[in-house]
């Protein structure tokens, strides 16, 4: 069993940033293939980043690229977004994922999700 716990969540102006940090316990394994998801109040949960076991492929939903940055730091066992350049309509409630059976791609697969931590980007 996994457990993933996320934090760095907050209050932030538009144009401003946010750091979400995604540490992992259990196991027998952590350094599993992980990302992150977000859900806004009224719409689905939906993919924003992903990373590989070992930190040298990602991947970045539309919206999101070239203003967030997934990264992880296995010897931690954490997992990082770090999030620039935010929009109103990144407010949402950030939630870490594992996938223990291959890459985290969206509308794939996840073993276990993190309890979110809310993002909210005022204008």
């Known amino acids: 069993q996994v457990q993933l716990v996320e934090s760095g969540g907050g209050l932030v102006q538009a144009g401003g940033s946010l750091r979400l940090t995604c540490a992992a316990s259990g196991r027998p394994f952590t350094d599993y293939p992980k990302g992150w998801f977000r859900q806004a109040p009224g719409k689905e949960r939906e993919f924003v980043a992903a990373?590989?076991?070992?930190?040298?492929?990602?991947y970045y939903a539309d919206s999101v690229k070239g203003r967030f940055t997934i990264s992880r730091d296995n010897a931690k066992n954490t997992v990082y977004l770090q999030m620039n350049s935010l929009k109103p309509e990144d407010t949402a409630v950030y939630y870490c994922?594992?996938?223990?059976?291959?890459?985290?791609?969206?509308?794939?697969?996840?073993?276990?999700w993190g309890q979110g931590t809310q993002v909210t980007v005022s204008s």
């Open positions: 990373i590989n076991w070992s930190g040298d492929s990602t």
């Open positions: 994922a594992a996938n223990t059976r291959g890459q985290v791609v969206p509308g794939g697969p996840v073993d276990f």
